[in-house]
């Protein structure tokens, strides 16, 4: 049985036009808005909660009616720390129930009722923000003194290896891990007027701790920044460069596992009665012992360990905290493999260390941002008292390369998976929307959307080295809620396989950039500084069929209509019908300058190319 057409006219989501609550705490009221269309045959709609595990219905009062639109209202008062809501809407052929991640005829579940966080502080400079990851020792070598130098020193039995800027990297077989192209933190200093020409807001470092690879990934010290890359002097004189221009930082820590040669796992391999012996979980000591992956050189830290929680984060002078104090000043922390932290068999301990995490940071810098890698489902961590936000991979991420190159994700991980159908744009926008619904929307509109990384082959490398691709893909990201964070030199067409040729250097000849694509990116970030849609607005799917999607962005003032298509499907023009957008509205395309008039519930697509995305623009009224 068909779906009738007014069901995509009902919704609700977590921003200001819907739910009026600005900094909500237990026992403040806020009231909750539904739209649905004008024609739509609702006779009743109620809102359903469940304070203190009880249910209770209450009615919903129709306020206002526009040219296309009803609207429903409710006030509801907050008695916990985190409320789930959803909606029950009564018609003549029976009761529908309408939540987060959509509209069934039965009743559904709790766990995707629409949520809101009591007493949770948003840092409020993320939303406004436009992230740049960079590897260090791949984007410039500002102090070629302070260079790695062949045989310097042993790692894993071999010597280090200096490498003349711009060759391709050695896989890590070939001992790619432990060669070094001279990059440091002086100069990522020497480069943020680039950046900020760019109109980034914020970076992303890989990690910087002192570490014998060049990934560090493997921290031998927790305290020190690396000397190769100009210790912590640099990052002072970083902090104070990124000062001048209103810019913030956000390094990476690995509090996971640390190097075999870290000083706490050297003493306890000697003596198991050392006083970081507990630290770790040898099955037999010295030499078997939990490491990540099972890769020997990275011992896996067991949090257990009291002791460890208090120097990790929980004492004043603990590691996590330290950064975020004079003359460092860090505004964030991305947590490496925040899906493993804690978590060895039967100790399951991820979701309180996470906790127990955020409550010192936050103690310590209310407005740094807590960000956690997550490859699969972090959402358990994203309910407002853990992480602020995941690197959004399966929420976003994965099915957009899914949907746009046919590159399904095991493929990351298992070389002979092959899975060259694309995902249909349904579909695509379904995982969206499943991962959405699963956290309130305050965590929602902060999350970290990322097309590609240092773990990850590079986007252009994703679509088959088609710009225009890239483009589409890149319009998604600025657009999508949450902020986006752009992977050093995919700006300017940057190529890069798996880990580690995805961390090729840095081009600094512009003869041998793509310009059109910079000023693609140029044209984003200008965007996202502009729109309060983009830093604040709510988000509704309003066509995935065929070869195109296309959601909306609203707020009071502006709204945005997103439309991006992989192939030509024929599609002429956008049903927007469903949406607030009435007949005669007219809309104007940011990236041409070309407008259009709402006619009979249609948005004329006649300039979008066969391949490409558009944003349009229009005044709410």
């Known amino acids: 049985m068909s779906r009738p057409l007014w069901l995509a006219s009902v919704h609700h989501d977590g921003s200001s036009m819907y739910l009026f609550a600005d900094k909500p705490k237990i ?126 020193y042993t790692a894993q039995g071999k010597p280090v290896v200096a490498r003349v800027w711009g060759e391709r990297p050695h896989t890590h077989q070939e001992g790619g891990g432990y060669e070094f192209f001279g990059g440091d933190l002086q100069g990522i200093a020497q480069r943020l007027d680039y950046l900020q020409d760019l109109g980034i807001t914020a970076l992303y470092l890989n990690p910087i701790f002192t570490s014998p690879s060049n990934h560090k990934y493997d921290v031998a010290d927790y305290y020190e920044v690396d000397k190769h890359f100009g210790g912590n002097a640099a990052l002072v004189a970083l902090r104070r460069a990124l000062d001048e221009r209103g810019m913030r930082l956000m390094l990476d820590i690995v509090p996971n596992h640390v190097s075999a040669t870290h000083p706490w796992f050297l003493a306890a391999q000697t003596n198991l009665q050392a006083d970081t012996a507990e630290f770790f979980t040898f099955r037999r000591h010295p030499n078997e012992y939990e490491s990540w992956l099972g890769v020997r050189t990275l011992p896996k830290l067991n949090y257990n360990s009291s002791k460890l929680r208090r120097l990790m984060f929980e004492s004043k002078e603990a590691i996590m905290r330290y950064w975020l104090r004079k003359p460092y000043r860090i505004d964030g922390w991305r947590v490496d493999v925040a899906n493993m932290m804690g978590r060895q068999g039967e100790i399951q301990l991820g979701n309180k260390i996470g906790r127990a995490m955020r409550r010192a940071v936050k103690q310590e810098s209310p407005e740094m941002y807590l960000l956690g890698e997550h490859f699969f489902d972090g959402t358990s961590h994203l309910q407002g008292d853990e992480l602020d936000a995941s690197m959004n991979y399966q929420g976003f991420t994965f099915p957009l390369w899914h949907w746009l190159a046919a590159f399904e994700t095991p493929s990351i991980w298992r070389r002979e998976w092959e899975d060259n159908v694309p995902l249909p744009a349904a579909e695509m926008a379904a995982q969206w929307l499943e991962f959405m619904s699963a956290v309130p929307w305050q965590i929602v509109a902060q999350q970290f959307n990322l097309l590609d990384s240092h773990d990850t082959p590079r986007i252009l490398s994703i679509v088959g080295n088609d710009p225009v691709r890239v483009k589409i893909a890149s319009t998604l990201q600025f657009t999508f809620p949450g902020t986006p964070c752009l992977y050093y030199g995919d700006e300017i067409g940057l190529e890069g396989a798996g880990d580690p040729d995805n961390r090729r250097c840095m081009v600094w000849d512009e003869s041998k950039w793509n310009l059109d694509l910079r000023e693609h990116y140029r044209q984003l970030t200008r965007l996202r500084k502009e729109s309060t849609a983009l830093q604040a607005g709510g988000f509704q799917i309003i066509y995935a069929q065929d070869e195109t999607v296309a959601y909306q962005r609203e707020a009071e003032a502006e709204g945005l209509l997103v439309v991006a298509r992989r192939s030509d499907d024929g599609l002429k023009a956008l049903p927007v019908a469903h949406t607030n957008l009435t007949d005669g509205m007219q809309l104007v395309e940011y990236f041409s300058g070309a407008s259009a008039m709402v006619g009979e519930g249609l948005l004329p697509l006649t300039t979008l190319p066969s391949v490409g995305a558009q944003i349009w623009i229009y005044k709410s009224k």
């Not at 639109?69 to 959803?86: A, D, S």
């Not at 436009?130 to 590897?135: G, S």
């Not at 070629?144 to 045989?151: D, F, I």
Request: contains cysteine.
């Open 27 to 152: 026992g403040d009221s806020v009231t909750v808005r539904l739209r649905a269309g004008l024609t739509a045959p609702i006779e009743k709609v109620y809102l359903r909660t469940a304070p203190d595990g009880e249910q209770e219905i209450v009615p919903m009062h129709l306020v206002t009616a526009t040219d296309n639109c009803r609207w429903w209202e409710v006030t509801l008062k907050l008695r916990m720390p985190r409320t789930g809501y959803r909606f029950l809407i009564s018609t003549a052929e029976g009761g529908w129930w309408y939540n987060a991640a959509g509209i069934t005829r039965y009743n559904p579940t709790d766990i995707r009722d629409f949520k809101l966080i009591a007493g949770y502080h948003a840092p409020a400079w993320v939303r406004h923000s436009t992230f740049y990851q960079i590897f260090p020792d791949r984007f410039y070598d500002g102090d070629s003194t302070s260079n790695v130098h062949s045989g310097e």
